[in-house]
C-alpha cells in the first residue's frame, strides 16, 4: 500500500467554522508533511512532523493547528479561516524527514466563504 | 536550502524527446536532486531521483554532471498524458517546491 489518504476532498466552510482535515498512511513513513497550493502556484510547505513530533512550522498563522496522534494519521485542525486561505491541502509521507521520495496525497479542496 | 531555477514553461509534440534543465548552483553535500510531476487538482508524483551521473527508470532518465551544479531530467517520446508541471528538488532536510515547468505536449 503506498497510498496516502485525504478526507474531505472537498470542504466549504465558513469563517466562524471550526472543521478539520485528516491525512493517513500505512506504509510506516515516519515523517508527515502538510502543504498549501494556490492555483497555479507551487506547493507551499506548512508543518513538518518527525517521529509525531512538530520539526518544522513555516510561519503558519495559529489559525492552522497540525495535530499527529499516532504514526499514521495527521490532522490539520481550521478555525477562523479567512477566505484567501482557499486552497488545495496537501499531505505527504516518506520514510523519514528529508528521505527523497515522498508520497503525496490527492489533496482537500477547502473553500472558506 | 539550495534554490532551484527551471524554466516557466516548455512546448514539445508527442513522440519527442523533452529535456528540462534544473539549476541548482549552491547545492549542499548531501543534497539529493529529485523531480515530481503533478497534474491539475492531484498531489505531486516522485519521478525520479539521483546524486550524481545518470540514473535511468521506467519514466525518465535524469542526468546530472560532476559539479552537481544542474541536472537535466529527459523524458523520452513524451505523449499527451505527458503535460503536467515538472518539479525539481534539492533535498537536503525538507521537500520545499520551486516554481516548476510547465510543459504541454500537443498533438
Known amino acids: 500500500d503506498t497510498e496516502v489518504t485525504q478526507t474531505p476532498k472537498h470542504l466549504v466552510m465558513g469563517m466562524t467554522n471550526k472543521k478539520s482535515l485528516k491525512c493517513e498512511q500505512h506504509?510506516?513513513?515516519?515523517?508527515m508533511y502538510w502543504y498549501k497550493q494556490k492555483a497555479k502556484k507551487p506547493p507551499e510547505l506548512m508543518f513538518v512532523?518527525?517521529?509525531?513530533?512538530?520539526?518544522i512550522n513555516e510561519s503558519v498563522p495559529s489559525r492552522f493547528s497540525p495535530e499527529c496522534p499516532n504514526s499514521s494519521l495527521l490532522n490539520l485542525h481550521l478555525h477562523a479561516l479567512q477566505p484567501e486561505d482557499s486552497a488545495l491541502y496537501l499531505c505527504?509521507?516518506?520514510?523519514?524527514?528529508?528521505?527523497?521520495?515522498?508520497?503525496f496525497g490527492q489533496g482537500t479542496r477547502l473553500t472558506v466563504v | 536550502l539550495a534554490k532551484t531555477t527551471q524554466p516557466i514553461s516548455m512546448d514539445s509534440y508527442e513522440g519527442q524527446e523533452v529535456n528540462i534543465t534544473c539549476s541548482h548552483n549552491?547545492?549542499?553535500?548531501?543534497?539529493?536532486i529529485t523531480w515530481y510531476q503533478q497534474f491539475p487538482s492531484q498531489g505531486p508524483r516522485f519521478i525520479i531521483q539521483?546524486?550524481?551521473t545518470k540514473v535511468t527508470n521506467e519514466v525518465a532518465s535524469l542526468f546530472i554532471p560532476a559539479d552537481r551544479k544542474s541536472s537535466t531530467l529527459s523524458l523520452p517520446r513524451v505523449s499527451l498524458s505527458d503535460t503536467a508541471v515538472y518539479y525539481c528538488?534539492?533535498?537536503?532536510?525538507?521537500?520545499?517546491f520551486g516554481p516548476g515547468t510547465r510543459l504541454s505536449v500537443l498533438p
Open positions: 528538488l534539492a533535498i537536503g532536510q525538507n521537500f520545499v
Open positions: 549552491n547545492i549542499a553535500t548531501n543534497d539529493y
Open positions: 539521483g546524486y550524481k
Open positions: 505527504a509521507s516518506s520514510q523519514v524527514a528529508g528521505n527523497t521520495e515522498a508520497f
Open positions: 512532523y518527525s517521529y509525531e513530533k512538530l520539526s
Open positions: 506504509m510506516g513513513h515516519r515523517a
